[in-house]
């Protein structure tokens, strides 16, 4: 009889096994895992990872590594609870200590790697890989000037509040702007970030390499913001983690086709193709859902269709047919491989 090596099992986008070290709550929907790596896992200030949720190996989610290489004693993920949600609710309320993830290697752009003045830009859970970042900043190059702002509905929703607060006094070339919306607390800005508020608190704004990350609304409006202030396209950098919402339509249906084995299924037009195989239950992989990590690479023969992500994929892939199932929008009949 053969015994498998774990209880939990390795997935092929997921292979580096870290244990369970704590579980902290940051504020009343979010927590941060610290994890012990018995190997060497290399990773950079703003990358994410995908996740095993459970352990079947079945599900797959991607978040942000909010640890610092270098400057943090654990790897760590930070993942905010949402209702419903299949990844977030197993790891903030179903892991523990001593508890076994499988986590990919470390992936993403949203990585800083210049010696220019940095203008980091956060909200909500956004402010993950902005912390990655910035601690390394802080850490290592003492003479680069940074200044964050950071969004939140009410002072509770800071996170990482005591560390933010540590480091504003700990170093002289960090300013931290916190905005609440709500029951502002002193020290705090009562309200939204504004183009109005990034004139008069940045001064030097257009020499700035600006790094955004947040809901697609908030970084849609910041990053016009300081395009319209002289930030040079170049220097704005956001985190492009949120799927581009596709539009269904209800009462037209296309012929999605699969070759092997040959079977033809019907789905509404407009539908994600991620979404037309979860639905039919044909095998895909898919941990970011938002045309990032590269999980739901298929390879589509013909069909009307169009994508708004090919990250990860090479000229090579798009010649011969593959898209990213989670970005690309089925406009008409469609033939998989």
Same mark, same amino acid.
């Given at each position: 009889?053969?015994?498998?090596?774990?209880?939990?099992?390795?997935?092929?986008?997921?292979?580096?096994?870290?244990?369970?070290?704590?579980?902290?709550?940051?504020?009343?929907?979010?927590?941060?895992?610290?994890?012990?790596?018995?190997?060497?896992?290399?990773?950079?200030?703003?990358?994410?990872?995908?996740?095993?949720?459970?352990?079947?190996?079945?599900?797959?989610?991607?978040?942000?590594?909010?640890?610092?290489?270098?400057?943090?004693?654990?790897?760590?993920?930070?993942?905010?609870?949402?209702?419903?949600?299949?990844?977030?609710?197993?790891?903030?309320?179903?892991?523990?200590?001593?508890?076994?993830?499988?986590?990919?290697?470390?992936?993403?752009?949203?990585?800083?790697?210049?010696?220019?003045?940095?203008?980091?830009?956060?909200?909500?859970?956004?402010?993950?890989?902005?912390?990655?970042?910035?601690?390394?900043?802080?850490?290592?190059?003492?003479?680069?000037?940074?200044?964050?702002?950071?969004?939140?509905?009410?002072?509770?929703?800071?996170?990482? *509040?005591? &560390?933010?607060?540590?480091? #504003?006094? /700990?170093?002289?070339? @960090?300013?931290?702007?916190?905005?609440? +919306? =709500?029951?502002?607390?002193?020290?705090?800005?009562?309200?939204?970030?504004?183009?109005?508020?990034?004139?008069?608190?940045?001064?030097?704004?257009?020499?700035?390499?600006?790094?955004?990350?947040?809901?697609?609304?908030?970084?849609?409006?910041?990053?016009?913001?300081?395009?319209?202030?002289?930030?040079?396209?170049?220097?704005?950098?956001?985190?492009?983690?949120? *799927?581009? &919402?596709?539009?269904?339509? #209800?009462? /037209?249906?296309?012929? @999605?086709?699969?070759?092997?084995?040959? +079977? =033809?299924?019907?789905?509404?037009?407009?539908?994600?193709?991620?979404?037309?195989?979860?639905?039919?239950?044909?095998?895909?992989?898919?941990?970011?859902?938002?045309?990032?990590?590269?999980?739901?690479?298929?390879?589509?023969?013909?069909?009307?269709?169009?994508?708004?992500?090919?990250?990860?994929?090479?000229?090579?892939?798009?010649?011969?047919?593959?898209?990213? *199932?989670?970005?690309?929008?089925?406009?008409?009949?469609?033939?998989?491989?």
């Amino acid at each position: 009889m053969n015994f498998p090596l774990f209880p939990d099992q390795p997935t092929a986008l997921c292979q580096n096994r870290m244990q369970v070290y704590s579980v902290t709550q940051e504020t009343p929907d979010v927590w941060t895992l610290s994890l012990i790596n018995h190997d060497v896992y290399p990773y950079q200030p703003g990358q994410f990872a995908g996740v095993n949720i459970g352990q079947s190996g079945d599900i797959q989610r991607v978040y942000t590594l909010s640890s610092t290489p270098g400057v943090s004693r654990f790897i760590q993920l930070t993942v905010r609870r949402i209702e419903g949600g299949e990844g977030s609710g197993w790891l903030t309320q179903q892991v523990k200590p001593g508890d076994y993830l499988w986590l990919s290697d470390a992936q993403g752009e949203f990585t800083c790697a210049t010696q220019q003045p940095l203008l980091l830009l956060a909200a909500g859970c956004g402010v993950t890989p902005v912390m990655s970042i910035a601690r390394r900043v802080l850490a290592h190059s003492p003479a680069q000037s940074v200044q964050v702002f950071y969004s939140v509905r009410s002072p509770q929703d800071v996170i990482f *509040a005591q &560390e933010w607060q540590h480091m #504003a006094a /700990q170093y002289p070339q @960090l300013r931290l702007t916190i905005l609440a +919306e =709500n029951d502002a607390a002193p020290g705090q800005i009562a309200g939204r970030l504004s183009q109005d508020l990034l004139q008069s608190q940045v001064a030097d704004i257009a020499t700035r390499r600006v790094m955004i990350c947040g809901p697609a609304p908030y970084m849609a409006l910041a990053g016009k913001w300081t395009a319209e202030l002289g930030v040079p396209p170049q220097n704005i950098v956001k985190e492009q983690f949120q *799927a581009t &919402e596709a539009v269904v339509s #209800a009462d /037209q249906q296309l012929t @999605l086709t699969r070759l092997t084995p040959l +079977e =033809n299924y019907r789905v509404p037009v407009g539908s994600t193709l991620l979404a037309a195989m979860e639905q039919h239950k044909l095998p895909v992989t898919a941990a970011c859902r938002a045309g990032v990590c590269g999980s739901c690479k298929t390879r589509v023969l013909s069909g009307d269709y169009t994508t708004t992500s090919r990250m990860t994929l090479t000229d090579e892939d798009v010649a011969q047919g593959y898209v990213l *199932a989670c970005s690309c929008q089925l406009q008409g009949d469609v033939t998989l491989a």
